[in-house]
């Protein structure tokens, strides 16, 4: 049989060969679409910043053509991987790298803080992922929520789902994604990618965004928790003034006169939306709240 070790993967002959060689049926379950052009690659790559010192953190590696640009730049590359049908092709295809664990685990149930403390003493990985798109909004949360040690992810997006993460107020793109991840995060989208980039092409647009974290919040509050609340409430009926959205949220037990007394002092309009409110605009109405909500 040919090695197909340390010959890039990175072009539709090498993947459909290799594919083949071990008869690998795509799953649609694990959003399986792997990338074939070299320039995309090298955006990726590019956009994660990645030096000598750096330990990354690869999720979904798929069979391995990323991880190559990965481990050509990086101290150390991690790689998660569900597919067990996938372990056999990635030992072929990085063989020749020394620097490379490959984990076979859903990312959901890996313990992030137990990887950077044995690869990377406890300093910020660099993720980089091109996953399947229903789980990368979660995936992403979650490694921010739980404030595991991360500098930057590097994520292929729908390509959607990228305009709403960078997206401002008063845009119709602008929602509760755009403030959960702007909180976290300074959003740069790298690269528009179009679906013939990849074996078998998905139906919709993709995009590269690089989320770098913030070392510290831009906006303060007392109450994150009531914040990120009260967001997901305005947007939930978003053509609804602010007021309404609140007052009929279940989640949010506060009388009507307190919330316009609260929206008042902000010296916005009694009729605004919360679509109109900045990250700021949402912390000081948490604030002025907090206190007075049972949540
Ligand atoms: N990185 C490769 C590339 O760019 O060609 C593969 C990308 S493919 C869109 C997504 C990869 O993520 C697949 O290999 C899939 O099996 C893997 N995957 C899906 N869900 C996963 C999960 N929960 N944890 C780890 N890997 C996952």
Redesign the pocket.
């Known amino acids: 049989m040919e090695e197909i070790s340390g010959s890039r993967l990175s072009n539709p002959q090498k993947t459909i060969e290799i594919i083949q060689k071990y008869d690998f049926v795509f799953?649609k379950k694990?959003?399986?679409?792997?990338?074939i052009d070299p320039h995309v690659l090298d955006k990726i790559v590019r956009a994660a910043d990645i030096g000598k010192e750096d330990c990354v953190l690869?999720?979904?590696?798929?069979?391995g053509?990323?991880t190559q640009c990965l481990a050509d730049q990086a101290r150390h590359v991690v790689a998660?991987?569900?597919?067990r049908n996938?372990i056999p092709i990635l030992e072929e295809t990085l063989k020749d790298y020394d620097n490379v664990t490959v984990i076979n685990?859903?990312?959901?149930k890996v313990d992030v803080n137990g990887l950077a403390a044995e690869y990377n003493q406890s300093r910020p990985l660099k993720v980089v992922a091109?996953?399947?798109y229903y789980?990368t909004t979660p995936i992403i949360m979650g490694l921010f929520e739980s404030g595991v040690p991360v500098d930057n992810i590097t994520v292929?997006v729908q390509k959607e789902v990228a305009d709403r993460m960078q997206a401002g107020p008063g845009t119709k793109d602008y929602g509760a994604l755009s403030l959960a991840v702007q909180y976290y995060a300074r959003p740069y989208v790298a690269a528009n990618v179009p679906p013939n980039c990849?074996i078998p092409r998905p139906r919709v647009g993709s995009a590269v965004i690089r989320l770098t974290r913030h070392p510290e919040p831009p906006v303060r509050t007392r109450d994150p928790k009531l914040m990120f609340c009260l967001i997901r409430a305005s947007f939930n009926q978003r053509r609804k003034t602010l007021q309404n959205s609140l007052n009929n949220s279940p989640d949010i037990d506060c009388p009507k006169e307190m919330i316009a007394a609260a929206i008042e002092s902000l010296g916005l309009p009694s009729a605004v939306r919360g679509e109109a409110l900045t990250l700021e605009q949402f912390a000081g109405l948490a604030d002025r709240l907090s206190g007075e909500l049972h949540l």
Do not use: K
């Open positions: 799953q694990f959003g399986q679409n792997f990338l690869e999720i979904g590696p798929g069979i053509t990323m998660v991987e569900i597919d996938l685990d859903d990312i959901l091109n996953l399947p789980i292929m990849f």
